[in-house]
């Protein structure tokens, strides 16, 4: 199959590396000629993988229109409140029987829109074969070609088979599940968790307050999905429970990283600035509290690490207020 891959930060190009490795005819649509350049030159990606070598066949390409000749699979991989933008732009050279497979986690802020609302707004054509793909998956491991497993959500249940089978592989494992909200929300969500993980690691609460953390956050994940439609049985899966203690609690978590700087008193704009890769659930938080108030669901954790975002309490003040909220049946 040919299959392009938008986005050159990490993760585009660890999925980039894997699909050209299993042998599929795979472009690399990035921004930036003098990225596209060494990733051509030199197979590595040294602003993003820095030290790891990519295989050979990956080609990287900054010609949108070479990049989306005749494509078979569209892999988005771009961060979530870029991607409107990044598809309309490629929206009039898409071909129409390509699938578009998003790789990237989040909720849109400014419409509070998930990404397969995203691109049926911008890739009407295509959107019918929408599918998104999610799980725990640290794209340094994955170019390292160390076991991963991930769920691929799409609608149409054939599709997802086809899709399962072109882009799984003996260290890539890939399963199909037709819940898409699920799917979705899933690996949206646990990205806000990971935040408040490591804002508890940040202030050494202990091992008790991560589990009942990670615990608690798989509640309200299942929660909003549920009033989403999607299936509780999913958010025990890989985009649910798989992927939120993976970032929860491993080191290579950008946005674990953000809630541990968080709880030594650093400003998010100091974070930001610091931060050479986009840690997605610092806007997720904002519009998936919002998510949640537009369907009167409730989701504490959710809200607690928004105001820690925005530096509307200290840290002790939001532990204690989780910590003393109203007694209930679990």
């Not at 649509?29 to 197979?43: E, T, Y």
């Not at 997802?160 to 949206?188: I, N, P």
């Not at 998010?268 to 009167?296: D, P, S, W």
């Not at 989780?322 to 049946?329: K, Q, V």
Request: overall charge neutral; hydrophobic content about 45%.
């Amino acid at each position: 199959m040919r299959i392009t891959v938008l986005g050159g930060g990490s993760w585009g190009t660890a999925l980039a590396h894997l699909f050209a490795r299993k042998g599929h005819e795979l472009i690399l649509h990035v921004r930036d000629s003098a990225l596209a350049g060494l990733i051509n030159s030199k197979h590595e990606n040294p602003r993003y993988l820095p030290g790891l070598a990519l295989c050979p066949s990956l080609r990287a390409s900054v010609d949108e229109e070479e990049a989306l000749r005749g494509t078979d699979i569209l892999v988005i991989a771009v961060p979530c409140q870029f991607m409107r933008e990044a598809l309309r732009e490629i929206a009039p050279r898409l071909p129409a029987h390509a699938v578009p497979v998003c790789a990237s986690k989040g909720v849109e802020l400014a419409t509070i829109k998930r990404m397969s609302q995203v691109v049926a707004d911008t890739l009407p054509d295509q959107a019918e074969r929408y599918a998104i793909l999610s799980g725990p998956s640290f794209a340094r491991e994955v170019v390292e070609e160390k076991p991963t497993a991930v769920v691929l959500g799409c609608a149409d249940a054939r599709i997802g088979e086809k899709l399962r089978e072109a882009l799984s592989c003996s260290v890539f494992r890939v399963y199909s599940c037709t819940d898409v909200v699920g799917v979705e929300l899933g690996g949206a969500v646990k990205n806000i968790m990971a935040i408040a993980a490591g804002f508890c690691d940040g202030l050494r609460l202990g091992d008790n307050a991560r589990a009942a953390l990670i615990t608690r956050g798989l509640a309200e994940m299942s929660r909003l999905g549920a009033a989403l439609g999607a299936r509780p049985a999913t958010f025990m899966g890989l985009s649910g429970m798989g992927d939120l203690v993976l970032t929860c609690t491993g080191d290579l978590s950008r946005n674990r990283q953000v809630g541990m700087r968080l709880a030594e008193g650093q400003s998010m704009e100091r974070i930001a600035a610091g931060m050479h890769m986009v840690a997605e659930g610092v806007k997720t938080t904002e519009a998936v509290r919002e998510l949640g108030q537009r369907l009167n669901v409730e989701l504490p954790i959710t809200c607690a690490v928004a105001r820690l975002i925005k530096a509307e309490a200290t840290p002790r003040e939001l532990v204690h207020e989780l910590m003393t909220r109203a007694l209930r049946e679990e």
